[in-house]
Every structure is written in C-alpha cells, then in structure tokens.
C-alpha cells in the first residue's frame, strides 16, 4: 500500500494539468480534425471524406497563401535569428556601456500591443508615411514607393515589421544562454590568436545550439500562424500578395461563405508543415534526442 502511494502521488499534482490540456487542446484538435471531414454552410455539415483535402490542391487561394507563408518562413526567421545571435554577443560585452537601456529597447518591441505596432506599421510604409520622407529627403528614392500597394514591397513590409517585433524576444534566449558560458573559454582563445569571429563561430554557435534550435522551433510556428500583421498592416492585399493560412482560415469562416469544414482542414496543414519542420529542423542540427 505504501508503495502504491509513493509510485501514484506524482499524479496528485499533475492531474489538473493533464485534464485541462486534455479538454483545451487535445479535444479541440481531435474535434478540428473530425470536422475537416465535414463540408457544408454554416453548422449545416455533411461528411464528405477526404473531399477537403483534395480540394487543396485545386484551391489557388490556398496555394497563394501557402507560398506566401513560406517565403516569410524562408526570409524572415534566418534573418531574425542572425539578427538576434549578433545582438546578444554585442550586449553581452562586459566593456559595453548603457547595456541594460540597450537590452530593454531591443527587447522592448515584443510586450507592445500587436495590434498597436502593426497600426503603426501601417502608417510608417504609407504613401505619406515616414519611411517614404525619410527616402525622399536622403535622395535615395525620386518619389515615394507604394509600400501597401505593390505585391513584393507589401512582403517586405511585413518581414521588416515581425522581424522588429521578434528579434528581442530570440535575443534574450541568447542573452540568458551567454550569461552562463564559462568566459575562460574566450580568454583562452584569445590568447590563441582567435578572432572576435572565430570566436563567434567556434565557440559561441556551437554553445548556444540547443538554444538556436528552440527558437528556430518556436519562430517556424509563430511565422507560420502569421496572421495580426497581415490583417492590420494590409488585409492580405494587394490582391491576396500578402495572405497567409492563418488569415485565409479566418476569411473562410468569417468573411467569406462560412465552411468551417474546409476552414478546420488548411487548419491541419499548418499543423502537419509544424511537425514536418520541426522534425527536419531537429535533423540538421544534429539533434538525437
């Protein structure tokens, strides 16, 4: 009896967790998959199968919002990453003064307003906006660019707004990791001739892997549920130029027709492109765990 209760009371304190990640994600994502079986207007359903499936490979929409996805996934989390592994050495220098102002302002973009920041966004790339005087008044550019209204420059917008927002948040993973690096490390390569780069590369890198590889995860995931940037900075246009799954899930059961069947299925691409990145992201970092 004794034993019984030794090998069972971990469960005490972790049954409330398990019960509500059970009723607050499992039983959603195994709801969400029944309904991907299901096709019909509003809460009028019928099963079709895999109808909704093979739909996707039809659904030109789907295709644009998917390639579009991809290329933000492709462009903007390397260039957040490195952005991110470059500040946290940088503040990381000892020698280095007003560390803790310069932390807090690059830090400082990811706990504002997402809808706020995405306004403001909005505002800054507009035809009058401040990017666009700023060029101007540099002589870099003859007139102002149309920001929101051209198919790349809208991409490019909003990798330049999430990699604002997110690079501060992958810093202090960085940060927090260097805090603990052993600084003989450095000093002893120093004293064998290293580069402040090689350093980088050699030492720096390899130490930081696990860290490197978590936020890579967790970045893949965040790009690919995209969606408060679109849908503020400029609602997916010009055109569907800037659509991602997450905000073509929203229109089909929002703004266009309701299909909440059709909607729960690209609902699972993510869900399978999450695992399937995830996986090969594991594999090339080496990863055997």
């Not at 009723?23 to 096709?39: K, R, T």
């Not at 995931?221 to 503020?232: K, P």
């Amino acid at each position: 009896m004794q034993r019984f209760k030794k090998k069972n009371i971990g469960w005490l304190f972790i049954i409330l967790s398990v019960l509500g990640i059970s009723l607050f994600y499992f039983y959603p994502m195994a709801q969400a998959l029944i309904l991907s079986l299901q096709s019909g207007m509003g809460a009028n359903l019928e099963f079709v199968g895999l109808d909704n499936y093979v739909r996707l490979f039809n659904d030109p929409t789907f295709i644009t919002a998917l390639t579009n996805t991809v290329i933000y996934l492709l462009i903007q989390v390397p260039l957040m990453i490195v952005l991110a592994l470059i500040f946290s050495v940088l503040l990381n220098d000892p020698t280095l003064k007003f560390k803790g102002f310069f932390r807090t302002a690059i830090f400082l973009p990811a706990v504002t307003s997402l809808v706020a920041y995405a306004v403001i966004f909005k505002y800054l790339f507009g035809n009058n906006g401040l990017i666009n005087d700023f060029l101007v008044d540099l002589n870099i550019i003859a007139e102002p660019l149309n920001w929101l209204s051209d198919p790349l420059l809208a991409k490019i917008t909003i990798v330049i707004a999430i990699t604002w927002r997110w690079t501060g948040y992958n810093m202090i993973f960085y940060l927090s990791a260097l805090q603990n690096v052993d600084k003989a490390l450095y000093e002893a390569a120093k004293i064998d001739g290293a580069t402040a780069i090689q350093q980088f590369f050699f030492i720096t890198i390899p130490l930081l892997k696990p860290i490197i590889l978590f936020t890579s995860i967790v970045s893949t995931i965040g790009t690919l549920q995209l969606f408060d940037e679109v849908m503020n900075i400029t609602s997916g246009g010009p055109g569907n130029a800037t659509m991602t799954i997450s905000m073509y899930i929203y229109n089909l059961s929002f703004e266009y027709t309701p299909d909440f069947g059709y909607a729960a299925t690209v609902s699972y691409v993510i869900l399978i492109l999450v695992i399937l990145l995830s996986f090969i992201q594991f594999k090339v970092a080496g990863d055997r765990d």
